[in-house]
């Protein structure tokens, strides 16, 4: 039961899970690994995210997790089933989670995504909404530039803001009344895109309700952390370790006050 949660992600974006399963879960071990070397993911062809994907969970196998988080909508949208066939514990992607918050805040049944180049391409969400609920609407758009945005740690400005509103300059025309931000990088632009698009329309962080899922399957299978030592988290990175981790503290900056962190850089390319 005191196993960690492993949770991956093309770079920084994952973060965004990680501080929910925090917040929910404060007595959860997580060994997190973020590939800013490689990031971003969004442009790849599907099969090198697989090739990715299958090298980090590797990996991220020699600490025993208990559950495998795929924190990151590309990789779930091309990777998820074909880890979860081969992985005895529970994988968890984030595009079902985002999916159903987004029917559960919907009154118009018209639904916008935002994601990666892959992740748009896959049809993943629009195929993940309309399983729940057949006659939803859904547009979709990629936005690429956001991305490197994040992971340069440039979430506020005149660059960015910029950036978000020629990104969604069409979609903001389009009638909805949410938007999923089908990318765990793209919270960090929470407010910018929340200014862009007004108050009419309601953002979905798909991070919550994946932590949310974390809990009940952990919970339903008797696996939920029972000790009450404080855990400590352990934080790996392909790239560059001074801007992870300086995105990681700022990100995490309550969380970590209070729990042990110790932050890693593998040999894994």
């Given amino acids: 039961m005191q196993q960690a949660i492993a949770i991956l992600d093309s770079g920084v974006g994952g973060l965004t899970v990680v501080k929910e399963v ?28 697989t090739r990715f994907t299958h090298q980090i969970v590797d990996y991220l196998l020699q600490f025993h997790p208990k559950m495998v988080v795929i924190a990151c909508n590309t990789a779930t949208a091309v990777a998820l089933e074909e880890i979860r066939a081969r992985l005895p514990v529970p994988v968890v992607g984030v595009i079902h989670p985002g999916a159903r918050a987004a029917i559960k805040t919907t009154r118009t049944q018209k639904i916008g995504v935002i994601g990666t180049i892959g992740t748009i391409q896959s049809n993943a969400y629009e195929t993940a909404l309309r399983q729940i609920s057949p006659h939803i609407e859904v547009v979709s758009r990629a936005c690429p530039l956001f991305v490197p945005l994040v992971e340069k740690g440039v979430f506020h400005g005149e660059q960015t803001r910029q950036v978000v509103e020629e990104s969604l300059s069409e979609l903001k025309e389009t009638p909805m009344d949410c938007l999923i931000l089908g990318c765990t990088h793209y919270p960090f632009l929470t407010d910018t895109i929340a200014s862009v698009m007004g108050p009419q329309v309601t953002l979905i962080n798909s991070a919550e309700e994946t932590a949310r899922e974390i809990s009940t399957i952990l919970y339903h299978k008797g696996m939920l952390a029972t000790s009450n030592k404080l855990p400590v988290h352990q934080f790996f990175c392909s790239g560059d370790p001074w801007m992870f981790k300086m995105i990681a503290q700022g990100w995490l900056n309550e969380q970590i006050k209070v729990t042990p962190v110790v932050w890693q850089v593998p040999n894994i390319i």
């Fill in 22 to 49: 925090m917040r929910q879960l404060p007595q959860e071990k997580i060994v997190y690994f973020g590939d800013t070397a490689r990031t971003p993911y969004g442009p790849r062809p599907a099969e090198e995210v």
